[in-house]
């Protein structure tokens, strides 16, 4: 309890002690080595090996990439991850002339921005 605020706590499972990979990393059970930030989800595994730390040179991507990480504010990285493909769904698949040509937003983008931030809502309730 903080400041007389009850604060909610969420206990992860065991892991195992690592002694072969250097501190920071594991590995699994293919003896492949990763950050430990990824360890907790298969989610967060496949977003290490395939894009985390990876240059990006295509303007779509990294247009997708900063939208996306301002969509991150208050949630967490697995929760933009989950809500990726209803991202790309709403946002024209991140082609950044479809999105400027959007003068205004449309309903559809009002009704899946809001389905996407009540379910995040939902998540975050104590």
Aim: glycine letters at 4%.
């Amino acid at each position: 309890m903080e400041r007389g605020i009850p604060v909610k706590t969420t206990t992860l499972p065991e892991m195992p002690e690592d002694s072969a990979a250097p501190t920071g990393l594991f590995t699994d059970d293919q003896q492949v080595a990763r950050c430990v930030w990824c360890r907790a989800t298969p989610a967060y595994q496949h977003y290490h090996d395939h894009e985390w730390g990876f240059p990006v040179k295509d303007d779509r991507r990294l247009f997708e990439k900063i939208c996306l990480e301002g969509f991150q504010a208050g949630l967490s990285w697995l929760t933009i991850l989950n809500k990726r493909e209803a991202f790309r769904s709403g946002f024209a698949n991140f082609e950044m002339d479809e999105v400027a040509s959007l003068a205004s937003p449309t309903a559809s983008v009002y009704c899946w921005t809001l389905a996407l931030f009540a379910t995040a809502a939902r998540l975050l309730r104590p």
